[in-house]
């Protein structure tokens, strides 16, 4: 299969695509300038704020979105009435499920999310022109099927101390992920409140905010009030998300 690129220079692509996060990282990278042109003719940007429901339960898929900006939750909910947030979504992923008619997740803003959006047509017509589109998003539904097995195992096997250093190490390395692997200290604001990071972990609030206390004290993380972490090695903070004897 071609694993051909675009050129980003190219004066053909449209001016709202050149400088898109999506367009360089995301599904919209193997589009051709034509491609991109009948894209950007039926795409609208959303902001959407913390806590706005962005994509409903249940309810008929119209439109699809490249998130652009911000941290997305995915959310299943049960018939009587409880919920559980089952995965994370960051900029540049996709938010949606091609060729399905519903969906049984609900999509949520957990911080404030900036999206383009497309009709849900469109994205099929280009995969039926664009071999390499089909490839991406299949690409990107083994990405988030390997993170699914992985939180499996950090959910049924790890610690609570490694729960949450999994979580702090999962939000530091996909909120910015080309310094994942720097030796520099990273900062960054935690994308989900203490009740829901203890629901995404299956843990108890107050459970949540003592393993923070710890890796705070044993220098795997600072803090700056309640919601900025300073991650002073990511090296040690993916040790701890797997072992507890630091």
């Known amino acids: 299969m071609s694993n051909k690129r675009v050129d980003i220079h190219n004066s053909n692509i449209p001016q709202v695509c050149v400088a898109c996060e999506a367009r360089h990282h995301g599904v919209c990278g193997t589009l051709t300038p034509a491609q991109l042109t009948k894209l950007s003719q039926t795409t609208n940007k959303h902001i959407y704020s913390p806590d706005e429901e962005m994509v409903p339960a249940g309810g008929e898929i119209s439109h699809y979105s490249n998130i652009l900006s911000g941290v997305v939750k995915l959310t299943r909910l049960m018939a009587d009435g409880r919920q559980q947030i089952v995965g994370l979504q960051f900029a540049p992923d996709f938010l949606g499920r091609p060729f399905r008619a519903s969906s049984d997740i609900s999509a949520e803003a957990a911080t404030e999310v900036r999206v383009c959006a497309f009709p849900k047509s469109t994205l099929e017509e280009l995969v039926n022109e664009a071999p390499e589109l089909e490839h991406k998003l299949h690409e990107q539904a083994l990405k988030e099927l390997d993170e699914a097995r992985e939180w499996i195992l950090t959910l049924g096997r790890k610690t609570a101390t490694e729960k949450v250093a999994s979580f702090l190490y999962l939000i530091a390395t996909h909120i910015d992920p080309e310094r994942s692997l720097d030796t520099a200290p990273m ?60």
Request: charged fraction near 30%.
């Open 187 to 246: 900062r960054f604001e935690l994308p989900l409140k203490r009740a829901d990071i203890a629901d995404f972990l299956g843990l108890t609030i107050e459970t949540v905010s003592r393993q923070i206390t710890k890796l705070r004290k044993s220098g795997i993380i600072e803090l700056e009030g309640t919601r900025i972490v300073i991650v002073p090695s990511i090296a040690a903070l993916r040790r701890a998300s797997a072992s507890d004897s630091f």
